[in-house]
């Protein structure tokens, strides 16, 4: 790849990577040092990846590196996540988003990946095999189960109202 191709590949896809990693994140620095991380990894390896295959090969990158940046902060942010389970809360969502990004953040990592690169990034069951080293029949499998958790999730009352 040369460095108009690289050039190229950042101005095509760090729009797509980042919408991707900031709706896992949640956070936008975090999201920002991943997305830039991943295209120095690009740029590191720029002479194996071929432009065809770096738009993938970024996806796939971001992805590995969004999952250790939260295996991370999970160990570190665990006790927290304690003491917000045991509030008792009645916080009523009436925002249609809000209801879609709680049901969201109750997916597993995985999961809540193959929503988005699916339906939000629209992405083939391929091309998401390839981000997430899964083969497309996995893809299907775990997109289906996912999106059977966010359906019985919005169908109770309590969570929608």
Same mark, same amino acid.
């Given at each position: 790849?040369?460095? &108009?191709?690289?050039? *190229?590949?950042? @101005?095509?896809?760090?729009? /797509?990577?980042?919408?991707? #990693?900031? !709706?896992? =994140?949640?956070?936008?620095?975090?999201?920002?040092?991943?997305?830039?991380?991943?295209?120095?990894?690009?740029?590191?390896?720029?002479?194996?990846?071929?432009?065809?295959?770096?738009?993938?090969?970024?996806?796939?990158?971001?992805?590995?590196?969004?999952?250790?940046?939260?295996?991370?902060?999970?160990?570190?942010?665990?006790?927290?996540?304690? &003491?917000?389970?045991? *509030?008792?809360? @009645?916080?009523?969502?009436? /925002?249609?988003?809000?209801? #879609?990004? !709680?049901? =969201?953040?109750?997916?597993?990592?995985?999961?809540?990946?193959?929503?988005?690169?699916?339906?939000?990034?629209?992405?083939?069951?391929?091309?998401?095999?390839?981000?997430?080293?899964?083969?497309?029949?996995?893809?299907?499998?775990?997109?289906?189960?996912?999106?059977?958790?966010?359906?019985?999730?919005?169908?109770?009352?309590?969570?929608?109202?």
């Amino acid at each position: 790849m040369t460095e &108009k191709e690289y050039n *190229k590949c950042v @101005d095509l896809y760090s729009d /797509n990577i980042f919408r991707f #990693i900031i !709706k896992n =994140l949640d956070h936008a620095e975090d999201a920002r040092d991943v997305v830039q991380n991943a295209f120095e990894i690009l740029w590191k390896h720029c002479q194996d990846v071929p432009f065809e295959k770096a738009k993938s090969y970024l996806f796939t990158v971001a992805y590995h590196n969004m999952i250790d940046h939260v295996r991370k902060t999970k160990r570190v942010t665990l006790v927290d996540e304690f &003491k917000d389970e045991m *509030k008792v809360s @009645d916080h009523r969502i009436n /925002n249609a988003k809000e209801v #879609i990004a !709680k049901a =969201l953040a109750n997916l597993s990592e995985v999961q809540r990946s193959l929503v988005l690169l699916k339906d939000y990034e629209g992405y083939s069951y391929e091309e998401i095999g390839e981000i997430m080293q899964l083969n497309p029949s996995q893809v299907k499998v775990y997109l289906h189960r996912a999106r059977i958790h966010l359906k019985n999730y919005l169908v109770k009352m309590e969570n929608v109202i």
